[in-house]
């Protein structure tokens, strides 16, 4: 049985590094059928960007054709962000049948398949738990009609497959929210002229693989299994259930536009959805106090400004008069008429919480200290009214991905942001940066090649800008880039760019529209892609060109990937020792031995040439890139 305990441990977990080990030998062999030979299996990270559903569908496309070149089973790790952990879930629940993945793709799009009526049971029922969210009417309205696919697996139910170093193990990107709103603001005062911009700190990346979740910074992780459970001082208080990929997939996966326009897009859905509630549910069963206390929660959602909130207010009063006249005097009533009239001198806060508890008044569902309506409501509209609720109470406040904090009063945890909450907001991570390069960068995993594949809207190389910023904040190795060369190639970006350093990994760079494969039509494809275009407005047509155009970057690139494989098993995997027999033109009584050691990492190469002779002793010292601290070394 899996513990439920947090871990605080530094470095890779024990069961990641385990999958790793088993992993090693298929990307040795993998890579003996590319005819690169090896000593040490190297440590190859796969990136995805986030990008909505064009990333979604071209992430997959990029998957299957790394499957079909025989590339795919010499990468270590996969990691995403949005839109792309999207096909990374299809991906492993899958088996990493891509051929299979493709053709099912096709055909749900075809048919344009999605069933609304599981997706709202889905939501009705998530409505029920106890830190429900926008993340969820997301995950289960919004992002399984634009991935036409309601995944009930969970993130667990991958394990098998990495365990046994099938695939690549898997890292899943997520932020928490509540460090990073202080990072905007940190932002914001950066960005003045003169000020380098502020760059988010490791400790807000949170990360989800199929053994844990939590903050690689600090090493401090809990059981996926156990991912929203509720802890205290390190001990499991309360199991819940483990949240399905549809939920997590709404997580990872939940910045496709500017808040304003999500708003938008949210209260829409959430109309549309009421008028079909309406019809199915009030025309049978309802009453004028149910179809009026839908009214007012969704007039409060419209505009918490106007004063048609209050308008809606009397109109239930007088919904309650009609329907129940000899209670109309009755004490526990007094409270709403109060309500009424002081409606436009209340707070904002403070209507949001009156709202809240009236409607919960109506449902049972408690609140604050009310008196209960005596409610003729029937049992079946109860959750739904419920789920109204509850959902217009997130919008208002703008709640997104609230879970426990499983670091809640941990002893381990000196920092207070991080001991002191109980419940965190984890949300999409394209908005620190586009691509999960915090995940890989570690030293402890070790990472000598990335291939980061961009599918994001706008300039391709701000992924880059980004990493390189927080790298050089954070002091972690990564390749130098010049401004003004980024700035050069987003004006006709190429299929691919390959950045080099120092130290640290060799990153290859694939803008997923580019001059090579679109010609001088990148904008065109921009905006036929575009970030939030919803689902319905994707013909099978359309799936089927991105597909392609994603493949072709890697058939275009596979000897530039191979030759950077190549390089990469080079300087870091032909690790040992050996005694070599002497050269011919040396005497046969010779007694000459070289001996040859190395030692590689993420951050380099050192070894040693020793020559071993009668009268002569030579060491040769060499690093890889040049270090000037291990050539200035004084021998003793």
């Known amino acids: 049985m899996e513990s439920a305990e947090v871990s605080i441990i530094p470095g890779l977990q024990k069961e990641e590094k385990a999958a790793v080990e088993k992993r090693s030998p298929k990307v040795l062999k993998a890579l003996k059928k590319l005819s690169i030979q090896a000593n040490e299996a190297p440590v190859i990270a796969m990136l995805g960007s986030g990008g909505g559903l064009?990333?979604?569908?071209?992430?997959?496309?990029?998957?299957?054709?790394?499957r079909e070149?025989?590339?795919?089973?010499?990468?270590?790790?996969?990691?995403?962000?949005?839109?792309?952990?999207?096909?990374?879930?299809?991906?492993?629940?899958?088996?990493?049948?891509?051929?299979?993945?493709?053709?099912?793709?096709?055909?749900?799009?075809?048919?344009?398949?999605?069933d609304l009526d599981k997706s709202l049971e889905k939501t009705v029922k998530a409505a029920k738990l106890e830190n429900y969210s926008l993340t969820d009417f997301w995950a289960y309205l919004v992002v399984s009609k634009q991935t036409r696919e309601l995944q009930d697996s969970c993130l667990s139910s991958m394990k098998k497959q990495v365990e046994d170093g099938t695939l690549p193990y898997p890292i899943f990107a997520a932020i928490d929210d509540d460090l990073q709103t202080a990072w905007e603001r940190k932002k914001a005062q950066s960005s003045m002229p003169g000020t380098h911009p502020c760059i988010a700190s490791p400790e807000t990346w949170f990360e989800f693989t199929p053994h844990h979740a939590g903050y690689p910074a600090l090493g401090a992780y809990v059981p996926?299994?156990?991912?929203?459970?509720?802890?205290?001082?390190?001990?499991?208080?309360?199991?819940?259930?483990?949240?399905?990929?549809?939920?997590?997939?709404?997580?990872?996966?939940?910045?496709?536009?500017?808040?304003?326009?999500?708003?938008?897009?949210?209260?829409?859905?959430?109309?549309?959805?009421?008028?079909?509630?309406?019809?199915?549910?009030?025309?049978?069963?309802?009453?004028?106090?149910?179809?009026?206390?839908?009214?007012?929660?969704?007039?409060?959602?419209?505009?918490?400004?106007?004063?048609?909130?209050?308008?809606?207010?009397?109109?239930?009063?007088?919904?309650l008069q009609v329907e129940r006249p000899d209670q109309d005097s009755e004490p526990e009533h007094a409270w709403l008429a109060k309500m009424v009239q002081n409606w436009s001198q209340m707070s904002w806060e403070e209507q949001g919480r009156l709202l809240e508890s009236l409607v919960c008044s109506f449902t049972g569902q408690g609140g604050?200290?009310?008196?209960?309506?005596r409610s003729t409501i029937k049992e079946s509209l109860k959750d739904f009214l419920d789920f109204l609720n509850k959902t217009g109470v997130c919008f208002w406040k703008w709640e997104w991905g609230t879970i426990h904090n499983f670091l809640y009063e941990h002893g381990g945890?000196?920092?207070?942001?991080?001991?002191?909450?109980?419940?965190?907001?984890l949300v999409d991570a394209g908005v620190a940066i586009n691509t999960p390069y915090p995940l890989v960068l570690p030293p402890m995993r070790e990472v000598h090649l990335i291939l980061s594949f961009d599918f994001s809207a706008g300039d391709p190389f701000e992924t880059i800008r980004a990493a390189a910023d927080y790298c050089h904040q954070n002091?972690?190795?990564?390749?130098?880039?010049?401004?003004?060369?980024?700035?050069a190639w987003s004006k006709a970006p190429a299929d691919c760019y390959i950045l080099k350093g120092e130290t640290g990994p060799v990153v290859m760079h694939f803008p997923l529209f580019n001059t090579d494969t679109c010609g001088d039509e990148i904008q065109m494809w921009n905006d036929r892609y575009s970030t939030f275009k919803l689902v319905d407005s994707y013909t099978l047509d359309l799936v089927t060109q991105l597909l392609e155009v994603s493949k072709n970057n890697i058939r275009r690139n596979k000897e530039n990937i191979l030759r950077e494989m190549r390089n990469v098993?080079?300087?870091?995997?032909?690790?040992?020792?050996?005694?070599?027999?002497?050269?011919?033109?040396?005497?046969?009584?010779?007694?000459?031995?070289?001996?040859?050691?190395?030692?590689?990492?993420?951050?380099?190469?050192?070894?040693?040439?020793?020559?071993?002779?009668?009268?002569?002793?030579?060491?040769?010292?060499?690093?890889?890139?040049?270090?000037?601290?291990?050539?200035?070394?004084?021998?003793?």
């Open 69 to 114: 070149q025989g590339l795919l089973d010499a990468v270590m790790y996969l990691a995403a962000v949005s839109g792309s952990t999207w096909a990374m879930s299809s991906f492993y629940t899958n088996s990493g049948d891509t051929k299979a993945i493709e053709a099912e793709l096709k055909r749900r799009f075809d048919q344009k398949e999605w």
């Open 54 to 66: 064009r990333a979604h569908i071209a992430c997959l496309g990029v998957l299957s054709e790394m």
């Open 475 to 487: 002091k972690i190795p990564f390749p130098p880039v010049e401004e003004a060369k980024l700035e």
């Open 413 to 425: 945890i000196r920092d207070e942001a991080m001991h002191s909450r109980e419940l965190l907001h």
């Open 569 to 636: 098993v080079r300087l870091y995997c032909w690790n040992g020792h050996a005694q070599v027999i002497a050269p011919p033109v040396l005497p046969t009584e010779s007694t000459i031995i070289f001996s040859f050691m190395k030692m590689s990492s993420a951050q380099g190469s050192m070894g040693l040439l020793v020559h071993y002779g009668l009268n002569i002793f030579l060491i040769f010292l060499f690093s890889a890139p040049f270090s000037y601290t291990f050539h200035s070394t004084k021998l003793p």
């Open 224 to 319: 996926t299994t156990h991912f929203g459970s509720k802890f205290k001082e390190g001990r499991l208080i309360k199991s819940e259930s483990e949240r399905d990929l549809t939920f997590l997939k709404g997580l990872w996966g939940s910045a496709l536009a500017s808040t304003k326009d999500m708003k938008k897009f949210i209260l829409a859905q959430f109309l549309s959805l009421k008028e079909k509630l309406k019809m199915n549910y009030l025309s049978k069963e309802g009453t004028g106090v149910d179809e009026a206390l839908l009214e007012l929660v969704t007039a409060y959602l419209q505009d918490q400004s106007s004063n048609s909130t209050q308008r809606r207010l009397q109109t239930l009063q007088q919904a």
């Open 368 to 373: 604050l200290p009310m008196p209960r309506i």
